[in-house]
């Protein structure tokens, strides 16, 4: 019997197959297979072990992507522009992922701007960022990480980046792109026909895992 997700719950996913749970950061949509508990229900397993069964990498076939211009004209008329991220930006993007996801998320996501043109796109309204999404930053052939200000997602804005990303990694010459540390499983599967790599549920990030674990503890 699955334990219906908790609203309250706050960074705690698990597949449901395994029936615990651990604060690992990551939206979690209610159809996938990944779920949300509140922290009273979690048992007594080290964070950074069951972290590291909750997130997986997938791959992207590049060579068979949907077509990122309805999407970009969706978030268009509702006053948003998605573009590739300049290097002026570099400093409010930073602060933004820092003050919506975390620091070692920003420390990540800022390598974007060590490569010209920079290896990842900005959602804007106005002149405010309110989302990004990055590429070629912890190893090469990597997407992500990738974020949307919480009050502002299921607009579409994240659809418009990861298709972009994955069209400029296409670009690239890749065949395939590695989504790494996926926490929304579902959202990929649909939007973009990944699959989890089999085996891949520690991957490259065990460090970057372990240090969330202890900013947690």
Known sequence: MRVR??????YIALPAKHRVFASARGDVHL????????????PRISAA???ALVMPDMLVRLYDLPDERPHLERVAGAGFTVRRAEPWDRDRMRQFVTECF??????????????????GFVATRGTEIVG?????????DFFGPTGIRQSLRGRGLGTALLLLCLDAMRELGYAYAVIGGVGPIGFYEKVCGAFVI???????????LELRAAESA
């Open 5 to 10: 997700p908790d609203s309250d719950a706050q």
């Open 198 to 208: 089999p085996g891949s549920e520690v991957g490259i990030y065990r460090p970057l």
């Open 102 to 119: 975390s620091e070692l998320w920003a420390v990540e996501a800022d390598r974007a701007f060590n490569h010209t043109p920079v290896t």
């Open 49 to 51: 072990v069951i972290i």
């Open 31 to 42: 159809d996938s297979r990944y779920w949300l508990f509140s922290p009273s229900q979690m």
């Open 132 to 140: 990004f999404g990055v590429y070629e930053c912890t190893r090469r």
